[in-house]
């Protein structure tokens, strides 16, 4: 009878952990179907992770503040720590940021992602790594230093999650 | 046993039969009783580790080759390929439980394989897709899917990943600004198992190996996990964990060969002493107590100013555990007469009195010492006072006790306390202490009380009164 329980608590554990990637696939592939692409203005330097090799370590400060009609700030109903909607807009120059934070799942898919408030206004960041290939990694570190000010990230996005599709410079 | 034990308990029975001293159907009675480690036994241990290893390598030279992000590859490949430690490993574990569970060697391999395999095939997705996420985040949740397969496949190896990786996720969860919340449920989950392990096998070298990274994890986990808010509290803390450590060795492991068979005690041991002589300095006493409280600014469960109010809460909660058991197995230890331990028990205590009567005052700063018409300064010299003290008290105590039950360690260790406190006041002396009259006299006080402490047991000793 304890065997079986044991059985049945490994299975289940193998189940989860399987589980666990299996949906970060399955959400991450619907945001690449997507067609619409955001693109983010960045600032970076590389440091490595054991597991996942060498990587830029960036800040995308559109998307750490609000830009739109409110003047920049967060709207009061929103609490510490909690969760909201922010709807995407283009500048000018056609580099997304934030147009205003809603209380409620916006209708639309692919124009905004799900942030967090830490509080004193202050966003969680949604992107802040690019993982590169470990033969590039040293040359686009060099790029990063001429073209300071420039680099951007490609952005995919559905239901709320963005995913990272590229890297580049405007300059 | 050990096998350089067990020859010497082999040439020691074989001499005692040729003196005389036993019979040779008690020497066979002897030998019964400990019987030699077979070839077998430590063919099997050798199988398990180079199993470990082997398998543990693999999974790591997978995750370094895939690390080098081969982004060349189509993202489909790279997915499939990143599910293959993943699924393998994880056959591997169910196929050791069905098939292979008498055999260690794949239980504790298959263990260590499945959890980094978790951590690989989670790792690559979120490099495929980069995810943001930090390793401490990857190693949490490894750590948290691994107890499961540690319970199931019974695996030491996998039980020391488990530690380690929890013990590196807190000391990285707090030096990246965040909080190490999960260490003290995630801890007492694997708790279960090592008593378990400890019950089937008292003093064997896994327990003990396993008891070194229990005690190493506690060490460092409690004072990681700590949001220090209020400041000096882990004073408190790490005293009574450590006279916990040391009265629950001497209750588990009280008829230990060695030192090294208590890895709970002997940390425990070890641990009170040097906390005790480094509060012997001012600079734990400064600045600590409500006075200088680092408030967070809600009640909320969340970051707030530096703080995080939930792992403020969980301070509380873990120093009033560690008193709640300190003072279970206090009683559990003077029910049971075991008294030896309670001379750090009662350190542990007079290091909590101190620290609430310097919170209390908060007055204690890195000048409090020049002023000796200052409050702060008579608190200061008090604390000062009491702690060297209790630390020459448990030091002759030691001594004493280890002569009396014939002890050379306890006796050695005793004086080694001694040694190092005299040191300690005769060359790092703090500026509030200098004065070399006062500090002379007590040195010749204490030197005269030792010769006549000395001469008393001499006396006894040629008496016969005690061994």
Redesign the interface.
């Known amino acids: 009878m304890k065997r079986k329980i044991l059985l049945a608590v490994l299975l289940l554990t193998c189940a989860v952990g399987l589980g666990v990637n299996i949906v970060t696939v399955m959400t991450r592939e619907a945001a690449l179907a997507r067609e619409s692409v955001w693109r983010f203005r960045i600032g970076g330097f590389d440091p490595l992770d054991p597991f996942r090799g060498r990587y830029v370590e960036f800040s995308a400060p559109a998307l750490l503040s609000l830009a739109g009609d409110s003047g920049g700030s967060l709207p009061p109903w929103l609490g510490t720590d909690e969760e909201f909607f922010a709807v995407l807009e283009r500048d000018e120059a056609g580099f997304g940021r934030i147009a205003f934070a809603s209380e409620q799942r916006p209708g639309s898919d692919g124009d905004w992602l799900t942030l967090r408030h830490l509080g004193d206004g202050r966003v969680g960041p949604v992107f802040s790594r690019y993982y590169v290939n470990a033969a590039r990694a040293d040359k686009l570190d060099r790029e990063f230093a001429r073209n300071r000010g420039s680099a951007y990230i490609t952005v995919r996005v559905s239901g709320g999650i963005g995913v990272i599709t590229g890297i580049g410079f405007d300059r | 046993m050990a096998r350089d034990r067990e020859s010497w308990l082999r040439r020691e029975i074989s001499a005692w039969v040729t003196e005389g001293i036993v019979d040779e159907d008690t020497a066979r009675a002897l030998r019964g009783r400990y019987p030699p480690t077979s070839e077998a036994d430590a063919r099997k241990a050798l199988s398990v580790v180079f199993a470990v290893i082997g398998l543990g390598l693999i999974v790591l030279g997978t995750?370094v080759v895939?690390?080098?992000?081969?982004?060349?590859i189509p993202r489909v490949a790279r997915?499939s390929l990143?599910?293959v430690p993943?699924?393998s490993s994880?056959g591997i574990?169910?196929f050791s439980?069905?098939r292979r569970y008498d055999r260690p060697a794949w239980r504790e391999a298959s263990c260590v394989a499945?959890i980094l395999g978790?951590?690989?095939?989670?790792?690559?997705?979120?490099?495929i897709?980069?995810?943001?996420g930090d390793?401490q985040d990857?190693i949490l949740?490894s750590a948290a899917?691994a107890l499961?397969?540690v319970?199931?496949?019974r695996s030491n190896a996998g039980t020391l990943v488990y530690l380690g990786s929890l013990t590196v996720w807190s000391s990285m969860s707090q030096m990246d600004g965040g909080n190490s919340l999960w260490y003290w449920p995630l801890f007492a989950a694997i708790v279960p198992r090592l008593v378990t392990h400890a019950r089937r096998d008292r003093y064997g070298s896994t327990t003990s190996y396993l008891g070194w990274v229990t005690a190493l994890s506690l060490f460092v986990g409690l004072g990681v996990s700590m949001e220090k808010t209020l400041p000096g509290l882990w004073i408190v803390a790490y005293a009574v964990m450590f006279a916990c450590l040391r009265l629950a060795g001497s209750l588990a492991f009280g008829d230990a060969p060695s030192r090294g068979s208590d890895p709970i005690g002997s940390t425990g041991f070890l641990g009170s002493y040097i906390l005790a002589f480094m509060l012997t300095y001012t600079w734990p006493w400064r600045d600590i107590g409500w006075k200088h409280y680092r408030a967070t600014s809600?009640g909320?469960?969340?970051?707030?100013g530096g703080f995080f109010a939930a792992a403020e809460t969980a301070d509380y909660v873990v120093a009033a555990g560690l008193i709640a058991c300190f003072a279970a197995l206090a009683a559990a230890a003077i029910r049971r007469k075991r008294l030896a331990p309670l001379a750090e028990g009662a350190l542990a205590a007079a290091v909590a009195a101190c620290y609430l009567v310097a919170a209390a005052s908060g007055a204690i700063t890195a000048y409090s010492y020049r002023d000796p018409s200052g409050e702060e300064f008579r608190i200061l010299l008090a604390i000062h006072i009491v702690m060297n003290a209790c630390i020459l008290g448990a030091g002759v105590f030691h001594v004493l006790r280890g002569y009396a039950s014939a002890r050379l360690s306890q006796v050695n260790f005793g004086a080694l306390v001694l040694c190092v406190l005299i040191c300690l006041r005769f060359v790092f002396v703090e500026g509030f202490f200098e004065n070399m009259i006062a500090r002379g006299l007590v040195f010749m006080g204490l030197g005269v009380a030792f010769l006549a402490l000395n001469y008393a047991l001499s006396r006894r000793l040629s008496k016969g009164d005690i061994r």
């Open positions: 995750i895939a690390a080098f992000n081969w982004e060349d997915v990143a599910f993943l699924v994880y574990a169910v439980f069905l499945a978790f951590a690989a095939c989670a790792g690559l997705l979120s490099q897709y980069q995810i943001r390793a990857l949740l899917l499961p397969f319970y199931a496949l809600s909320a469960l969340t970051w707030a």
